[in-house]
């Protein structure tokens, strides 16, 4: 039987469309089962009913015409609880409803079952048996575990017809939604220009090196091809980003020198191996390495490595370069966006991106960001194949692809587009103003940082210090552990231009998920495993060199911070307090006058937050990382798309650990911030704000909204807002008393952009 099943969906995945992937369903059900009839019944919103769109047993001309309406007959029931019904006489069941046009009155035993995708019910699967007899066990697992595997191959399908206009009865429709995960806010309309990569990394062969001088010479040759593109793409980009943020093409030619990837291309071509397969093992080998890092700005690097390596390949393989046509209005789109695909669209034309995978940690996502263009990421169920030329809607605020808008919603947007550009204007007077409430209550806004072009363009928006400053940049950008002084003179250029303002650097948050190229590490559950401070500790050589050029680097300066990441206990914070001390001692000796700087915390698993208050007389200031305290208290990955809608920061029992958090902390006086993503939502940066957080340490995109929000509430009033909303049970109800309360306020422009970041 499994034998059967696995031929059923090889050949269903292989179907051309819609149509013909039915037609093998119901043929190969109906002969594995049996039965006398096998029949699927599709769901069409646009007439809300279920359609006989495939059979083998009923009347041919019933296929297409015939319709039972929502809830209606046996199909109807099975939909509306979403399990199976399995009869022996389905005439004698109060639910059975005759449809003359089908020829199913001979027919008795009776099983459907529900065919779900995404906890939506997309039709029902029924096979009959003229037989009065109930389908045993064997035969009803069958068809679920059936059904169960071809609901994705029926939604895909179904999303192409989307595409098309065509619903799946043959129903013209409109105004289809593809959700994602928004990564810049704002509203594009526009026409899809479809990317793919220039050169396939896992189609290459095998293959032993014929002479090895000439593949390397021919590897170099590509090298040197895709150096003069990044710097063309890297003066095409003058005037539209930050230099900062154009250095990201820097980093992509580092990453090809003789001390990266590039050496290692040229030393296994030396084994013997020929150019392009040496370029492709090598490149899979650092993606595997990048994609298996919990953290998504780390993970996101392994698309950047794909299409670095993609673009050498394209050139090893000698291809004609084709030009893209792009139209004024381009929506560009792509399996995995990435900054160089960016960089190739005329500023005037590019209005919105959308990539199928990703996330808003991307390098794609942060110089959309910058750039202020509508992004979304993770439009896993768009079948973007059939979306080049179409007209397209890109909703930043909500997270959402729309296809084959009316006339109606395209109205609508228009004048969101409008809206939203007076809101920009209006937020940029804000720059200079200080973060106080209505009744006169300071809030400090610092932001969160990993390049130093984030850091340049937070100064610009008035970033009041740095609440996170990612250390592992320098680390993933070599291919061994950087040395003490090439540490200290980036973390100085950091505090240097930040100076007098706070910069908390966190140490080195590597391990298990997260593993360096040159630190492999292989675990079963690596969300659970050595990382953060564990592997820190267990290797307190690496620990101490990062501490003392910490400290080096702030010498004159005095505004370092350092904090401490993935914290679970009081010996991890003592032992590295000791180490701590032991550094500056160290430096102190070497006569450098070293002060010694706040020590902190990150509060981000279940364990810290009930130690909160233990910890805190251990250290000088607590630091909450939503983004990971909100997965480990829902056990739910946010980037997984079949459960990213049950994370939500306005969960109860986030927010309970939250203010466990604040209450326990301010116990023992001491200041506490939070720099996850949902500090960055204007909303919840009331709830935070009410709830006593100091800090709150944003993304740079986010900072100058969060500070109107603010600068229009009173802290009474968002008092009596979290007083209320402790008492609610459910997420979207907290939500919604949030919005209510900014529509109060007066800033009901934000309501939309509350919900991007």
Known sequence: ML??????????????????????????????????????????????????MASEGLNEEAVGHVSLAVGEGLVGLVAKHAEPINLQDASLHPSYHYLKETGEENFHAFLGVPIIHHRSVLGVLVVQHDEKRRFDESEEAFLITLSAQLAGVIAHAEATGAIEGISPSGQKTSDTVFPGVSASSGVAIGHAVVLFPLADLNQIPNRPALDTEKEIKYFNNSLNSVRKDMRELHGKLAGRVAEGERQLFDVYLRMLDDDALGNEVVERIKQGDWAQGALAYVAREHVRNFEMMEDEYLSERAVDIKDLCSRVLFYLQEKEVV??????????????????????VPKDKLKGLVSIKGSGNSHVAILAR????PTIMGVVDLPYNNLDGREIIVDGYKGEVISNPSDQLRKRYLSTIKEQDQMIAGLEELKDLPCITA????????????????????????????????TEEP??????????QEQSDIYRRQLKAFAPKVVTMRTLDV????????????????????????????????????????????????????MLPMVSNVNEVNSAMRLIKKAHHELILEELEVNFPPIGI?????????QTRTLAKLVDFISVGSNDLTQYLLAVDRNNPRVADLYSAFHPAVLNALYHVVSEAQKENK?????????????????????????LSVNAATLLKVKSVIRSVSLEAAQDLLEQVMQMDDAQTIRSAVDMTLYNAGVDRLLRSSRTN
Not at 9 to 18: H, S
């Open 511 to 562: 391990g298990g998920d997260k593993a360096l190229p040159y630190f492999p590490i292989e675990e079963a559950n690596p969300f659970l495993g050595w990382r953060g401070i564990r592997v820190t500790l267990d290797h307190p050589e690496i620990f101490m060199a990062q501490i003392r050029a910490m400290l080096r680097a702030s010498i004159g300066l005095e505004n370092l911070q350092i």
């Open 323 to 344: 030009t893209t046509e792009y139209s004024n209005n381009t929506i560009l789109v792509s399996e995995e966006l990435t900054p160089a695909m960016l960089g190739e």
């Open 3 to 52: 034998e059967k099943l696995r031929r059923i969906v090889q050949k269903v995945n292989a179907a051309k469309d819609l149509r013909s992937a039915l037609d093998i369903i119901v043929h190969r059900v109906r002969e594995t089962l049996e039965a006398q009839v096998c029949s699927v019944y599709l769901l069409d919103t646009d007439i809300n009913s279920h359609v006989l």
């Open 475 to 484: 680390f993933l950008l070599r291919e061994r552990f950087p040395s003490e």
């Open 439 to 470: 009744d006169d209550h300071r809030v400090n806004l610092w932001v969160n940082t990993g390049l130093m072009s984030e850091a340049m363009h937070s100064l610009d928006q008035g970033a009041e210090g740095i609440g996170l400053f990612r």
């Open 671 to 695: 200041p506490v911030s939070i720099c996850g993503e949902m500090a960055g939502d204007p909303g919840a940066a009331v709830l935070l704000m009410a709830m006593g957080f100091d800090i």
């Open 602 to 610: 990150m509060i981000e698993l279940p364990a810290a937050v009930y």
């Open 370 to 373: 910058t750039m202020g263009i």
